[in-house]
């Protein structure tokens, strides 16, 4: 049997690991597909595509955004994507420059409680476009100002302590659009860490293709339950491990492998929509193609 992860973070967002070191896990966890799902940025996809592409490790370009329907958070995965898609590419730079806006204004809230963490420090740390708070409280922790991820998280930066900051969110209806331009999946990730299951009928309504039915956090249960959602309304299912590395205390790859065959539908949806569009490209990657064929839809 094959096995797929379709949901993890690399050094170009929030995770610990360069794009090799994330391929050279999923060899290890036996994985024949990977995706990369970086927060907000698609910078990571070339590498990763060149390092699976040496392992006979297919990969699927991605990312993950953030965006909101009816004042609920959610998270858009994209799948398929074109890389070099001028659209997403110039709104994703946005949301990296409000991330980086973030970082200075939670940086000032923890000066404000007499804790004298630098900017710079988290930046250092950082090292990327996509800054987020995982890497404030890497930089609270080698500061010494916390003894670990938990302290900073508990202290200072989950909702509703002193330093959060709401991200930047986007319209779930133009995140959907701009996937979609693309020439990728939208698929909506974790379901189950959202609010409330009302707001899937108004994506259906959007367009989205999938939903992420497992995921680290689900249990079984909640897996279950939207696979039956999936099924209800005839959605893609997709799942990961959404493994950030060292990030979360230990790698997170290996726990949520799905069944393969959910790719080959992805695959199957992406070649359809191409079809329709009335273009001749192939639709997917294979190990077997250079890393320019790699989800270009043109
Ligand atoms: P941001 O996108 O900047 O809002 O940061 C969200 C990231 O913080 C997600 O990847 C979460 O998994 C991560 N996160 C949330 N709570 C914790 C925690 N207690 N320890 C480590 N990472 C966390
Ligand atoms: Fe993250
Ligand atoms: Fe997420
Ligand atoms: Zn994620």
Same mark, same amino acid.
């Given at each position: ?154 202290? *200072?930066?989950? /909702? %509703?302590? &002193? =330093? ?7 319209? !779930?209806?133009?995140?959907?659009? @701009? #996937? ?33 039915? *497992?995921?680290? /956090? %689900?249990? &079984? =249960? ?7 959602? !999936?099924?209800?309304?005839?959605? @893609? #299912? ?49 190990? !077997? ?10």
């Amino acid at each position: 049997m094959k096995f797929a992860d379709l949901h993890m973070h690399t050094s170009f967002s929030d995770g610990t690991f360069s794009p090799e070191e994330m391929v050279a896990n999923g060899q290890r966890h036996g994985l024949s597909a990977m995706a990369l799902t970086d927060h907000d940025t698609v910078e990571g996809c070339a590498r990763m595509n060149e390092a699976c592409g040496k392992l006979g490790i297919e990969f699927i370009n991605g990312t993950e955004l953030t965006a909101e329907l009816d004042g609920i958070e959610l998270h858009l995965l994209a799948y398929f994507v074109d890389i070099q898609n001028q659209k997403l590419l110039v709104e994703i730079a946005e949301f990296q420059r409000v991330r980086q806006e973030r970082i200075y204004e939670m940086v000032a809230r923890i000066n404000k409680l007499n804790v004298p963490l630098q900017a710079e420090a988290v930046f250092k740390i950082a090292n990327c476009r996509s800054p987020g708070r995982p890497h404030v409280g890497r930089a609270l922790v080698q500061g010494g100002f916390c003894v670990n991820m938990d302290e900073a998280f508990d202290r *200072f930066l989950k /909702k %509703h302590r &002193p =330093a959060y900051v709401p991200k930047a969110k986007m319209s !779930a209806l133009h995140g959907i659009e @701009l #996937i979609h331009g693309a020439g990728g999946l939208a698929v909506m990730a974790h379901p189950a860490l959202n609010q409330s299951d009302n707001i899937i009928p108004k994506l259906v309504d959007a367009g989205v293709d999938g939903i992420e039915c *497992f995921h680290t /956090k %689900h249990s &079984p =249960a909640d897996s279950k339950h939207y696979l039956g959602i !999936a099924s209800r309304y005839n959605l @893609l #299912i997709t799942g990961g491990s959404d493994c950030h590395g060292m990030s979360k205390g230990r790698p997170l790859m290996g726990t949520v492998k799905i069944d393969y065959m959910y790719v080959e539908k992805m695959k199957a949806a992406v070649a359809d929509r191409r079809a329709k569009k009335g273009n001749g490209e192939p639709a997917v990657s294979s190990p !077997a193609n250079p890393p320019s064929a790699v989800g270009h839809p043109q």
